[in-house]
Structure formats: C-alpha cells, structure tokens
C-alpha cells in the first residue's frame, strides 16, 4: 500500500513537472502572437494583460509596407529549400556507397563525419568566410547554400546511411536480377523504401537552413539578399522600436516551419525512430 502511494506521488509529480515545463516552453510563442494583435497602447500598458482587447492588424500593415518583409522571406524560402535539395542529394548518395560499398575503413569513416557535426557553427565561419571570398562568391545566395550545405551534411548523412541500414540488400539484388540497373534499383527500390528518413533529414536540414542568423551575417552585406533572420533583427537597430512590428515578424518567421511540421511530422517520427534504433 505504501509502494502504492508512493508511485502514485512520483506520477503526479512528474505529471505536473511536465504541465510546468510544457507552460515555461509556451509562453513566449503565445505571449509573442497576442503581442502581434496588440496596439502599440496595449503592447505598453500595466498591468499588462495576455489576450488583446482591441485586435489589430496594423503591425503586420507596418511590417508589409515599411519593411522588405516579402523580399527577405523569398530569400529564405529559396536558399532553405537549394539547402535541403542539395544535401538530400549528396547525402543520399554518400549513405547509399557506406551501407552498399565494402571498402577499407568504411566504419571509421563513417564515425569521423558525425565527428564533424559536434564543430560549432562559430567555429568554421571566418575560416568559410576566408575561402568563399577567395573564391569569388561572397554576397551570393550560393555562398549561403554551401555553407549551410556542409554544416548539415554529416549529420544528415549519418542518419540517412542508419536508415539505409535497414533496407535488405536482397530487395536491391532482386532488382537487379530482374534487369534493373544500378541507379534504377535506387530510384525504384531504396529511395522509396527510405522516403521517412529523407524526410526526416529534410525538416533538420529546412529548419536550420530557417532558422540561421551567424552564417547570413558574415556572408551577406546586400539588404536585398538578406533572409528573415537578420532581416527581423535588424528592426531592433531602429531609432524606436517597433515591438508590435517585430512580433508579427516573429509569428510569420515561426507559421511556415509550424505548418511545415504538422504536416509531416508522422515522417519525422518515423524517421528519427528508425535512424536512432540502427545508428
């Protein structure tokens, strides 16, 4: 009876240690969109309260009109989804030749690329900086598409070759035995069959190609080039500042990749899943 009681406090206790943490993680995405339909009275008034009393839809107005607001969400959109198309491919490829290909120091090699992603970002941006400038290509959405190309790679070719992993090479040889080539067996067999983890490796690479501030502020000077990250921020260098404004940013920047993951999210788990089991 006591063990009883006991396991019953521990419940509730873990059970409302989560209800606080869920709230404490909440907050300041609601807190930001009842901000985005406050007026700019309301957004200083105290005692403040949580929900606006007069909606309002002047702050994104603003952010539309006095802002490069679209410009810098295309700029996001294209260089996000280049990024996510060029490392599903190149990753792709490298997961299938460690999973099909024997040949010598195959495992090693594939434990140093995951080494790789442990670098912080900080850590190679000058370095990146340095060769894309020698190279020609600074203030360019390419140079973006590189960078955040090779900071996902590792990770992203980790999970897909754990996903590969899974996939029986029979399915593949019977393939081939039918008359299949190579790359159709690819096309038609293992890529399929791995659909969950390539999406899966597509959110991470989408979002942190999003989400990135420090690589578009090195490689990127033209205000025309700039994506959402520091485009948004750089509302924060106004002579005033514009909360109202910056929130509404906020909610457009967050609305995308929110939409983009509820809409695909049985693939995240599957994926992440199944990669974590096998790798």
């Given at each position: 009876m006591r063990s009883l009681r006991f396991f019953s406090w521990r419940g509730q206790a873990v059970y409302w240690g989560s209800f606080l943490l869920m709230g404490l993680t909440t907050f300041p995405f609601f807190w930001m969109v009842a901000t985005a339909f406050k007026s700019s009275h309301e957004i200083f008034v105290f005692p403040p309260y949580f929900f606006p009393r007069d909606v309002t839809l002047g702050n994104f107005l603003r952010l539309f009109e006095q802002t490069r607001f679209?410009?810098?969400?295309?700029?996001?959109?294209?260089?996000?989804?280049?990024?996510?198309?060029v490392t599903i491919a190149v990753a792709?490829?490298?997961?299938?030749?460690?999973?099909?290909?024997?040949?010598?120091?195959?495992?090693?090699?594939?434990?140093?690329?995951l080494t790789t992603y442990m670098f912080a970002p900080i850590m190679i941006a000058i370095p990146f900086y340095v060769l894309i400038k020698k190279i020609g290509i600074a203030?360019?959405?390419?140079?973006?598409?590189?960078?955040?190309?090779?900071?996902?790679?590792?990770?992203?070719?980790?999970?897909?070759?754990?996903?590969?992993?899974?996939?029986?090479?029979?399915l593949e040889e019977a393939a081939l035995t039918d008359g299949a080539g190579r790359i159709q067996a690819v096309l038609?067999?293992?890529l399929?069959?791995?659909?969950?983890?390539?999406?899966?490796?597509?959110?991470?690479?989408?979002?942190?190609?999003?989400?990135?501030?420090?690589?578009?502020?090195?490689?990127?000077?033209?205000?025309?080039?700039?994506?959402?990250?520091?485009?948004?921020?750089?509302?924060?260098?106004?002579?005033?500042?514009?909360?109202?404004?910056?929130?509404?940013?906020?909610?457009?920047?967050?609305?995308?990749?929110?939409?983009?993951?509820?809409?695909?999210?049985?693939y995240l788990i599957a994926g992440w899943g199944t990669g974590g089991v096998t790798g």
């Open positions: 679209l410009i810098y969400f295309k700029n996001s959109l294209f260089v996000a989804t280049s990024t996510v198309i792709s490829a490298g997961a299938y030749s460690l999973t099909r290909f024997p040949f010598w120091g195959r495992e090693k090699m594939a434990s140093l690329i203030n360019t959405h390419f140079a973006l598409i590189m960078a955040y190309t090779t900071f996902c790679l590792p990770f992203s070719l980790w999970l897909l070759r754990s996903f590969f992993q899974t996939i029986p090479v029979v038609h067999v293992i399929p069959l791995a659909l969950p983890g390539i999406i899966a490796t597509g959110i991470f690479t989408f979002i942190l190609a999003w989400n990135d501030y420090i690589f578009v502020r090195i490689l990127i000077t033209s205000d025309e080039l700039k994506t959402l990250s520091v485009g948004i921020a750089d509302l924060y260098n106004a002579t005033v500042i514009d909360w109202g404004m910056i929130m509404a940013g906020g909610m457009l920047i967050t609305l995308p990749v929110l939409l983009f993951f509820i809409f695909i999210q049985r």
